[in-house]
C-alpha cells in the first residue's frame, strides 16, 4: 500500500486547543457519545476547536459490520430514554448553533431507533429554537414509518450516506445495506418532506473507476438530493479495509466541478472531507 501522501497531514492551529477542550469536557460531563470519536475522523481537533460537533445517538456499538468503519459492532445496550434530554443540555452549553445528529444502526429495534431520532430532534428543536438540525440517518431498512417519524420531526437536512459506488457495495458495506436502498431512502426523504435539504457522500480511494464515481453522482442527483461530499477513504485500524489509492487534490477539484455541472446545490470535495465536514457553511450558502 502506498505511502499516506502530506496533503493528508492534519494541522491543528494551537489557538483552537482550548476549545477543543472545552467541547472534550462538556461531552464527558453528560455522556454523550460522537461519531468524531468512535470513527476516528481525522478532523476532530479542527472540527471542536470550532465548535463542530457530530453527535451519535442510540449508543456507540452498531449491529452492522461495514468494512470501512471503525464504530465498534456487536450486539448494543438498551436504549438509553434519557439521552435526548443530556443532548440538549450539552448543546445549550456549548452554545451551538448548527448540530449534527447521526447514530449507529439498530436493527435490534422494532423502529430501528426512529422512535428515540425523532424525541431527539423535536427536543432540541424546542430547547435550542437558533439551532440549525442535520439528521445524518441509517436506512432503517427502508421502512417508510421510520422514515416518517424523523423527518417529521422537522430537521432542517437529512443526509444518508450512499458511501461507495454500486460494484464495491456488497464488499464494502454490511449485507443489509444497499446501493438502491440508500437512494430509495434519499427519495423517500424529499417525497416526506420537498423543503428539507438532503444530502450524501461518497468515499473515494476503495477501487472504484472514474466511470463508476460519475455513476454515482449522476444517481444521487437523480433522487434530488441537494448536497454531496466527497472525501478520501482513510484506514481507521488494521481491521479495516487498506487504502486502494489516494486521491490527489485536484482530482477532487475536478470532482467538484462535475458535481455542480450536475445541479448539486452544495459540494464538498476534498481528501479530508466527510458527511458532516464544514456542514454549517454549506448549509448557508443554500440559504
Request: charged content about 25%; proline content about 7%; overall charge positive.
Amino acid at each position: 500500500m502506498a505511502e499516506k501522501p502530506d496533503w493528508l497531514r492534519v494541522f491543528v492551529p494551537t489557538s483552537s486547543l482550548p476549545s477543543a477542550r472545552h467541547v472534550d469536557r462538556a461531552l464527558s460531563g453528560f455522556g454523550i457519545h460522537t461519531v468524531c470519536r468512535s470513527a476516528r475522523c481525522p478532523n476532530l481537533p479542527t472540527c471542536w476547536g470550532q465548535g463542530a460537533v457530530t453527535f451519535m445517538i442510540l449508543g456507540d456499538v452498531c449491529t452492522r459490520s461495514c468494512r470501512f468503519c471503525a464504530v465498534e459492532h456487536g450486539r448494543p445496550a438498551p436504549r438509553d430514554p434519557g439521552e435526548p434530554f443530556r443532548l440538549a443540555q450539552v448543546v445549550r452549553e456549548l452554545g451551538l448553533r448548527y448540530v449534527v445528529l447521526t447514530s449507529v444502526d439498530r436493527d435490534d429495534l422494532p423502529d430501528g431507533g426512529a422512535g428515540h431520532y425523532a424525541a431527539a430532534i423535536r427536543l432540541l428543536r424546542q430547547t435550542a429554537p437558533q439551532a440549525i438540525v442535520e439528521a445524518l440517518i441509517p436506512d432503517f431498512g427502508g421502512e417508510r414509518g421510520a422514515l416518517d417519524a424523523v423527518v417529521g420531526a422537522g430537521p432542517h437536512v437529512v443526509g444518508h450516506n450512499l458511501e461507495t459506488v454500486r460494484r464495491l457495495t456488497p464488499a464494502i458495506r454490511d449485507r443489509r445495506a444497499g446501493y438502491d436502498l440508500s437512494l430509495s431512502v434519499l427519495r423517500a426523504v424529499k417525497e416526506i418532506a420537498p423543503r428539507a435539504v438532503t444530502k450524501s457522500s461518497l468515499l473515494l480511494g476503495l477501487g472504484e473507476t472514474e466511470e463508476e464515481v460519475g455513476e454515482a453522482l449522476a444517481d444521487l442527483r437523480a433522487a434530488e438530493v441537494d448536497v454531496v461530499v466527497l472525501g478520501q477513504y482513510l484506514r481507521p485500524t488494521a481491521r479495516q479495509l487498506p487504502v486502494v489509492r489516494y486521491v490527489p487534490p485536484p482530482e477532487f477539484c475536478r470532482w467538484a466541478q462535475r458535481a455542480r455541472e450536475l445541479g448539486f446545490r452544495g459540494v464538498v470535495a476534498e481528501p479530508l472531507a466527510r458527511a458532516s465536514f464544514r456542514a454549517a457553511e454549506i448549509y448557508a450558502g443554500l440559504r
